[in-house]
């Protein structure tokens, strides 16, 4: 279905069904919550009843955000969620094209099979017979970026209000890493443009989102770069990793590792990055890169994860000692594609 289709027969398609759910991805970042929050309210526009259901909760730098307090944060209110999932006509998938990716909520969500669903994603590798209706493209900064497109088709004029401009800069601005990478065309540009206005002050947003750091969020950076980030020049690669120990020390609390990965890139010669964590159980990997070099193939083909080219993630089931030691076994294979 190409972009132009899902823009035309998108407003007759949404306003058959009564009762739909938002979902997005497991961790929630900007654009998920963005994207989530700005379809949300369009949606409510269009006279359809819509609830917004997230895997797990959001990080603090999004509590401001017009419209968080109406999501469902499903592993505190399970049941609820269950619920709105069940009785859904239709179920969204904003900002991830996978159920696997949707953490307590996978299970319920193949539940609720002969649900119609409905992706605006902008993820690679999405099976796209699952779905009745999508609006996927890869080269796009963020699916808050896709969400405006399809807002814009219907009327600025009739349907933007500082509240969704708002959650679409969020989503634009935190996926873009405040325009720094993953811009593919001018129109990026040009639809934040468009949401820009005397009041939807785009600097006061970004001071919202990267200038409310905890003093501990602060220190918890330094600790990484200081104490745990190595650096292997033969790769052009760098890692941090995090245990549970360095995590309490610092009362991590969520979103506090967020944008950690990024600093290493900011080194000349390194050409990836890596984020090793250990969480509930689990050794979360976070991988970026600069240029060419894509980090989706390390992710998908190493660590049960994917992305984007130069944002993955992904997850091993062991140790942090055996995580590190499966990054450093698995990076040879790159050797050639890090060092042209
Ligand atoms: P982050 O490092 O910020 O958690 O994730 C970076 C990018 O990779 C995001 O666009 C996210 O959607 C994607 N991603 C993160 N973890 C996974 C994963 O486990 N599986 C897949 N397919 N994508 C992931
Ligand atoms: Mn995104």
């Known amino acids: 279905m190409s972009k132009q289709l899902f823009l035309n027969k998108f407003q007759e398609f949404i306003t058959q069904y009564k009762r739909v759910v938002i979902v997005s991805h497991v961790n929630p970042d900007g654009d998920a919550i963005g994207s989530s929050l700005a379809f949300y309210f369009f949606l409510l526009k269009l006279g359809i009843d819509v609830k917004v259901i997230i895997p797990n909760d959001f990080p603090s730098f999004l509590s401001w955000m017009p419209g968080i307090d109406d999501i469902l944060i499903f592993d505190k209110n399970t049941d609820k969620g269950v619920e709105y999932l069940n009785s859904a006509d239709l179920i969204c998938y904003l900002d991830f094209n996978h159920p696997s990716r949707t953490g307590l909520v996978h299970n319920d969500l193949c539940h609720c099979t002969k649900t119609p669903r409905l992706l605006i994603d902008h993820h690679r590798d999405t099976d796209f017979s699952q779905f009745a209706m999508y609006l996927s493209e890869v080269e796009t900064s963020s699916t808050s970026e896709l969400v405006a497109e399809v807002i814009q088709y219907h009327g ?13 800069l969020v989503g634009i601005m935190t996926d873009t890493g405040s325009f720094s990478h993953s811009i593919y065309h001018p129109e990026t540009f040009e639809i934040c443009g468009k949401l820009i206005s005397p009041t939807v002050d785009y600097q006061l947003i970004h001071s919202k989102i990267y200038n409310t750091f905890s003093e501990n969020r602060l220190r918890l950076l330094g600790h990484c770069i200081n104490n745990r980030m190595t650096v292997l020049k033969e790769y052009h690669t760098a890692y941090i990793y995090l245990s549970k120990s360095d995590l309490e020390a610092f009362d991590y609390q969520v979103g506090d590792t967020e944008g950690v990965v990024n600093f290493p890139l900011m080194i000349d010669d390194v050409k990836m990055s890596v984020l090793i964590t250990e969480r509930q159980g689990v050794i979360r990997f976070s991988f970026r890169s600069k240029g060419e070099f894509s980090v989706h193939e390390v992710a998908k083909d190493h660590f049960n994860g994917g992305g984007h080219t130069n944002a993955a993630g992904g997850t091993l089931n062991c140790t942090i000692e055996q ?8 990076l040879p294979q790159y050797k050639t594609l890090l060092n042209q």
């Open 323 to 330: 995580a590190i030691k499966e990054f450093l076994k698995v």
């Open 156 to 168: 600025f004029d009739k349907y933007l209000d500082d509240n969704i401009a708002t959650c679409l």
